[in-house]
């Protein structure tokens, strides 16, 4: 298995990575999150990604596209539905299309690690592309290890965002407190 995994960040990948490795299966990363802002917030990110993936002796394609004026062009008529309707199938589209380029036979994304994302949505988006780009899509519900691979991604110094990358994530997290909409795995215990 050539297996490209769509890397939103390191703290994310970290369960991920350990999980897979598990099975002998050692991914290559993949950066192209064009959401992510301000540039220092993204720059932080994507070094942090770059270096722990050197730790790791993983290859990082970075896909280097801040991209601020092309989101906001993207989500400004529907701010609410940015994350189905551009974030999501923006990044998985374009890591497919990659991996169809580029000989790779799976995709995956840590995007499904995280409690606070729209787990099934993107599991859809992924099975949707898989078909229509002729690669498989290697599911794993990573989210079971949330705070394993949180508390180790403290423990390894990485750069820990407080937010999930665009200026209205980083708004929500002020003023939407999220978690009573958590999106959690049937029998995840918040352990905070």
Not at 27 to 35: A, E, F, G, Q, R
Not at 73 to 87: E, H, M, Q, W
Not at 106 to 115: A, F, G, K, R
């Amino acid at each position: 298995m050539k297996l490209l995994m769509h890397t939103c960040c390191a703290p994310c990948s970290v369960f991920c990575i350990d999980e897979l490795k598990k099975e002998n299966i050692f991914p290559d990363l993949y950066w192209y999150n064009p959401n992510i802002h301000p540039y220092k917030e993204y720059e932080s990110r994507r070094n942090c990604l770059i270096e722990y993936a050197k730790k790791l002796n993983l290859k990082a394609i970075i896909e280097d596209e801040y991209g601020l004026d092309e989101f906001c062009r993207n989500v400004i008529d529907d701010l609410d539905g940015r994350c189905t309707k551009y974030c999501y199938p923006v990044r998985l589209y374009k890591t497919f299309e990659y991996a169809k380029q580029n000989g790779y036979d799976t995709v995956t994304t840590t995007l499904l690690y995280s409690i606070y994302q729209k787990h099934d949505y993107i599991k859809y988006l992924c099975e949707k592309y898989s078909k229509e780009f002729g690669i498989d899509f290697l599911y794993r519900d990573f989210r079971v290890g949330f705070w394993e691979g949180h508390n180790k991604a403290k423990e390894e110094g990485l750069y820990m965002q407080k937010y999930c990358g665009c200026v209205f994530s980083e708004e929500d997290r002020y003023v939407k407190k999220k978690k009573d909409s958590l999106n959690l795995p049937e029998g995840f215990e918040w352990k905070r």
